[in-house]
């Protein structure tokens, strides 16, 4: 019997940077408000250095704190670009709170990573907008949570749609594409449909990503019904509308009727994905309030290979994951709750509640369901006909990193990760624009004798 088990790599791809747990609205399904997570914040504190100078941070002026602060992320950056990493995502809290975050985002920018954000879009103006375009933002994330009456009762600042907007205008006008994040709760779950219409029609939106609530004594919680009918107004979001829109996080697939699927997300959590805090504590999830270590104090490779092991081999999921035909991850680890570091999504079982009978069972009934789906909704592209131009050329920026003596890790940026072969990797560095086709095989019978011209196609099909 085969097991399933997530991929195990060196350092993550993407990380996003919590620049500053502090937030100028006040919504109250933020995992940050959450207790476990508060507790985090305030018992973490400054980097050994710092604390042999036995800082006092309550006698400190702000200024000199933000610059200490300012200083350890930049370091923490040091630290991501030594370990691989590709993507830096600045985040919070609301990172435009930070007053030196402008000075993060330009020494990102040096240190070559790829750059987005997430942001609730209150404070950018025309001047940040041109920075951010200025040092290679390309994509981003503003949240909103319904239409102007509702989101602003859910941040509790008015006003607060109104200024999402007006950033969604200006990133859009400086050509930085716009993803609107939508979290929902039971004050605003009937209101999905109308309000990505209003969005597309008088903004013309076209990117959502739909986020998962978690669990918390704070609020009411969504059951899975909610979910269900969450996942129909998605799917009528998208046939009637047009627009791109999917439930982000992870969701059990066996938990969802086989035509939603095409809605689901999967999370790299703990495999491509970390959060790294502005203490530099590493963690797998940005939800969870349970870091694996500081990256100021361990390597970033020591951590991510060495403390996620068990997580890797699923030890936390019941058996019917383990051997899952249309394996998901088990859905969202975090969604019982931020106080979990890894936990079975909140609608599967614990492992010591389930038994191998049912587990065998519900993985042959979801056997039958994956060929469903890829009979009635699989929308893959038929790969040979995507056509190669005379000088092929790979448009957007991107990095790359040797993970293996014949693997390697890339990032385009706008099109995900993939894993390629020593020959992909040297017909990714050819994929110039200078080159044809007939070139380029020339080049890599030179240094790969036995490469065929079909595999040397497929390569280039498949980047670009």
Request: hydrophobic share 40%.
């Amino acid at each position: 019997m085969l097991f399933n088990g997530l991929s195990k790599i060196s350092a993550p791809l993407s990380v996003n940077l919590e620049v500053t747990d502090k937030c100028n609205l006040s919504c109250s399904f933020c995992f940050n408000a959450a207790p476990a997570y508060e507790d985090l914040m305030q018992s973490s504190t400054l980097h050994q250095d710092q604390k042999n100078k036995s800082l006092n941070l309550k006698m400190v002026r702000n200024d000199d704190l933000m610059n200490t602060k300012k200083e350890r992320l930049l370091r923490i950056l040091d630290v991501l670009a030594e370990a691989g990493v590709f993507q830096i995502r600045l985040f919070g809290g609301e990172f435009t709170v930070f007053k030196a975050w402008r000075e993060v985002l330009k020494y990102a920018h040096e240190k070559r990573f790829l750059i987005s954000f997430v942001s609730n879009g209150f404070l950018l103006d025309e001047e940040d907008v041109e920075l951010l375009s200025k040092y290679g933002v390309k994509d981003c994330t503003i949240s909103v949570h319904g239409p102007a009456e509702v989101h602003d009762r859910i941040t509790r600042v008015r006003g607060s749609f109104d200024r999402a907007m007006r950033s969604f205008k200006l990133l859009e006008e400086r050509g930085i594409t716009v993803s609107i994040a939508y979290t929902p709760i039971v004050e605003n779950l009937k209101h999905v449909y109308n309000f990505v219409e209003l969005l597309k029609t008088k903004y013309e939106v076209k990117h959502f990503s739909i986020s998962r609530l978690f669990n918390d004594n704070r609020y009411k919680h969504l059951k899975l019904s909610d979910y269900h009918y969450l996942l129909r107004e998605i799917e009528k979001c998208h046939l009637q509308l047009g627009v791109n829109i999917s439930l982000a996080d992870s969701f059990p697939r066996c938990q969802v009727p086989v035509k939603h699927w095409r809605y689901l997300s999967y999370c790299s959590q703990g495999v491509g994905f970390a959060q790294v805090d502005f203490n530099g504590n590493l963690k797998h999830c940005s939800a969870t309030s349970k870091p694996i270590g500081n990256l100021l104090e361990s390597s970033v490779q020591d951590l991510w290979v060495e403390k996620l092991e068990a997580a890797r081999k699923l030890d936390h999921l019941p058996k019917s994951c383990k051997i899952c035909p249309i394996f998901c991850g088990g859905g969202c680890t975090v969604s019982r709750g931020v106080d979990h570091q890894f936990a079975p999504d909140e609608f599967i079982p614990w492992p010591m509640d389930e038994g191998w009978i049912d587990a065998i069972l519900k993985a042959g009934f979801n056997r039958i369901r994956r060929i469903i789906f890829s009979i009635f909704y699989s929308n893959q592209k038929e790969f040979s006909k995507i056509s190669i131009p005379i000088y092929p050329k790979v448009g957007q920026r991107y990095r790359i990193r040797k993970e293996s003596e014949n693997v390697y890790l890339c990032m385009l940026e706008g099109s995900g990760t993939k894993s390629l072969s020593a020959l992909g990797a040297h017909v990714l560095a050819l994929l110039t624009g200078e080159h044809t086709l007939d070139s380029i095989m020339e080049d890599c019978r030179m240094s790969f004798p036995r490469c065929t011209r079909q595999e040397v196609e497929d390569t280039v099909r498949s980047l670009l």
